[in-house]
């Protein structure tokens, strides 16, 4: 990382009026960029600099970020952030997705105005389904040290969402980091332990990805997660998949996953449970921790 901060700079040498907050916009990097990301990438950031909002060229080279682990990706964006004093709103935009226009999508989850939103990723696996959650019970397990600090440690039980408002904000207690808009409060307030780490999951024996630990512990934290289902969000592999517009085996699969849920008797809907919610909005000083 350069100690010069450089600021994009118009072909006559001269810099963009900036009138808009100071973003980063962090791509983790796992593996050689997709090309139509790449574009994508290159084109939003010019563009967001034209519209005014300060920007760093060192997130345009983005090779600050390829590191061999998610987790270590994404932390590694996270302390970059803070080390920007200026910096207002960090964008998470993982490097095999793609976008209709991401500098409007960008734009418009800063104008949202939320301690956390973000646009709905589907997973690649068949049948593409939208990696939106919520929790569906979640009890303390008591304390631990966690660098020399007392943590308080939580046992939380997920389920999947499969129903929700196509054309309106709504709350989620996890989701992907596709793309994904964090204000600095966020990130400051939860530097006291890894943002992103891969917990264990004690009722599949498998553990949680780096992206849930986040978005659960930002809500131990009191800060909202937010989902704008309006935000075009395509996962780039073979195809662009997307859990509704392109995802012909979401939409097969749909009636017979809402139909498994109603028989076992889960909510699959976005409504999130006032039980759970009340464990969230606690108020405590120790440090929080999912586990």
């Keep these: 990382m350069s100690k010069h901060k450089q600021n994009i700079v118009k072909l006559d ?3 963009f009026e900036t009138k808009k907050p100071e973003i980063m916009l962090g791509r ?3 593996r050689e960029p997709m090309r139509e990301n790449q574009i994508k ?3 939003a950031f010019f563009e967001l600099s034209e519209r005014g909002y300060k920007t760093n060229f060192e997130d345009l080279v983005g090779l600050n970020w390829w590191l061999k682990h998610h987790s270590a990706n994404r932390n590694h964006i996270f302390h970059e952030f803070l080390s920007r004093p200026n910096a207002e709103y960090l964008i998470l935009v993982d490097d095999d997705m793609t976008f209709e226009n991401l500098a409007d999508d960008v734009e418009k989850m ?3 105005d939320k301690d956390i939103i973000i646009g709905i990723t589907s997973v690649k696996p068949v049948p593409h389904f939208p990696n939106l959650g919520k929790v569906e019970s979640i ?3 008591g304390s631990l040290k966690f660098h020399k600090k007392e943590v308080d440690c939580y ?3 997920t389920r999947h969402i499969y129903t929700y408002p196509k054309d309106e904000l709504f709350e989620i207690d996890f989701g992907s980091m596709g793309l994904t808009c964090i204000k600095r409060e966020v990130v400051k307030k939860m530097e006291n332990i890894p943002w992103c780490y891969f917990p264990p999951n004690f009722h599949t024996g498998n553990v949680y990805g780096e992206d849930v630990s986040f978005f659960i512990n930002a809500k131990l934290y ?3 997660v937010w989902c704008d289902p309006t935000i075009f969000l395509g ?3 073979y195809t662009a998949w997307n859990c509704d517009r392109y995802a012909s085996h979401w939409i097969d699969f749909k009636d017979n996953l809402i139909k498994e849920s109603k028989e076992e008797k889960w909510d699959c809907s976005h409504n999130l449970s006032d039980e759970v919610q009340s464990v969230f909005n606690e108020k405590t000083d120790k440090i929080r921790m999912l586990i």
């Design 13 to 15: 040498g001269k810099p």
């Design 28 to 30: 983790p990097i796992a």
């Design 41 to 43: 990438f290159q084109q």
């Design 110 to 112: 800063i104008n949202e």
């Design 139 to 141: 009890r303390s397990v």
């Design 155 to 157: 046992d939380v039980v």
């Design 222 to 224: 009191g800060f909202k």
């Design 235 to 237: 996962h780039l592999g």
